[in-house]
C-alpha cells in the first residue's frame, strides 16, 4: 500500500471512459438502438477496446522515456507524469458503469505494476434524459444492471468482457455495496451535489496523486464547478468545462490546498498522452461535435 501523504500539492488524473456501444448507436449506428434500449450499463465497443490498448501502449512508451525530455514543453509536464506514475505514491479510483471498469483495468493493467481499482458510486454517469411525458429514464447506459452490485460488479464486468483476466481480485467494491446508480432523473442540483462531493473525496485519497476514470458529462461539470472556484483558472480547465474529453481522453490537474478552508483549487491542467477534447467543425452554419472518438 503506498504511504498517506500530508502535502499542500495533489495530482488528480481524470480519464474518460473508451467508446461504449451506445456512444457509438449516438454517433449514427441507430440500427443498435432496439437492442440497446433493452439493455442497461453497455460495454465498450469493438473501437473502444482498440483505444484502451492505445492508451495503454502510449503509457508504457511513456513511462519507458520517462528520462528523456527534448524540449520545454515536456520538461513542463515531467512533474504531472511523475506523478501519473506514482513517484510519490497513486489510488486508483473507477465509476462502477462498465464502459469506465472495463477501460480502468484495460488500460491500467496490473501486470504493468498499476495497483488495486477502488470503485466510486459519486463518479458514475448523470442521468438526466427522459421520455417526454412519462418520466422514464431513456439513458440506459447509466442505469446499473441487476444484481451488478458489491462483487457482482466484477464478476457482471467479467462475463461481458473475457479480456478482464483478475479483475474481480483487483477492485475494492465497499462503496457500491448497495444500490449505487439512480433508478430516476437527477436535477441538475442534484448532479452539482454530488460532483462536490466527488471532488472532496478525490481531495482526501491517502497519497499525493490519484487517478479516476469515469465519464464525459462528470468530469465536465466537475471542471465547471473548479472553474468557479479556482482564483486563477487554467486555460484548459476552462476547456473542460464546456467541451467533452476525447474517449480514452487524459486531463491531469495540478491542485493546491487553500489555506482558509484546506479546499483543493486547481493551479494548472494539461491534456496528457497525446489525447485532446472532442473536435469541433463547422456544418450547415452550426457547431457539431466531431472526435477521433465518438460523442
Not at 52 to 70: V, Y
Not at 248 to 277: H, N, P, Q, Y
Amino acid at each position: 500500500a503506498a504511504p498517506a501523504v500530508e502535502s499542500d500539492r495533489k495530482y488528480i488524473f481524470l480519464v474518460r471512459h473508451a467508446e461504449s456501444v451506445w456512444n457509438k448507436m449516438l454517433g449514427g449506428h441507430w440500427r443498435s438502438a432496439p437492442a440497446l434500449l433493452r439493455k442497461r450499463d453497455h460495454q465498450l465497443s469493438a473501437r473502444g477496446l482498440l483505444q484502451t490498448q492505445q492508451l495503454r501502449t502510449r503509457i508504457c512508451e511513456r513511462k519507458a522515456s520517462m528520462k528523456t525530455c527534448e524540449n520545454v514543453s515536456e520538461v513542463a509536464l515531467q512533474d504531472f507524469y511523475a506523478n501519473f506514475f506514482g513517484e510519490n505514491g497513486l489510488t486508483l479510483y473507477s465509476s462502477p458503469l462498465l464502459r469506465a471498469l472495463q477501460t480502468a483495468h484495460r488500460v491500467l493493467d496490473p501486470a504493468d505494476g498499476w495497483g488495486r481499482i477502488q470503485l466510486m458510486r459519486n463518479s458514475r454517469e448523470w442521468l438526466h434524459v427522459q421520455l417526454p411525458g412519462l418520466g422514464v429514464p431513456i439513458e440506459r447506459d447509466c442505469l446499473g444492471e441487476k444484481g451488478a452490485i458489491g462483487d457482482g460488479i466484477a464478476r457482471r464486468a467479467e462475463r461481458c468482457d473475457p479480456g478482464l483476466h483478475g479483475l474481480s481480485t483487483r477492485v475494492d467494491h465497499g462503496d457500491c455495496n448497495t444500490q449505487w446508480w439512480s433508478a430516476k432523473c437527477e436535477s441538475r442540483a442534484e448532479l452539482n451535489q454530488r460532483i462536490a462531493h466527488l471532488w472532496d473525496q478525490l481531495g482526501d485519497c491517502p497519497t499525493a496523486a490519484c487517478t479516476l476514470v469515469a465519464h464525459s458529462n462528470v468530469i465536465k461539470h466537475l471542471a465547471s464547478q473548479l472553474v468557479e472556484t479556482s482564483p486563477c483558472v487554467p486555460e484548459l480547465l476552462q476547456q473542460a468545462s464546456t467541451r467533452k474529453l476525447q474517449n480514452a481522453g487524459v486531463i491531469g490537474l495540478r491542485c493546491i490546498r487553500d489555506t482558509k478552508d484546506e479546499s483543493w483549487l486547481v493551479e494548472d491542467a494539461v491534456c496528457m498522452f497525446d489525447t485532446d477534447f472532442e473536435r469541433l467543425r463547422e456544418k450547415g452554419g452550426c457547431c457539431s461535435r466531431r472526435s477521433a472518438s465518438t460523442p
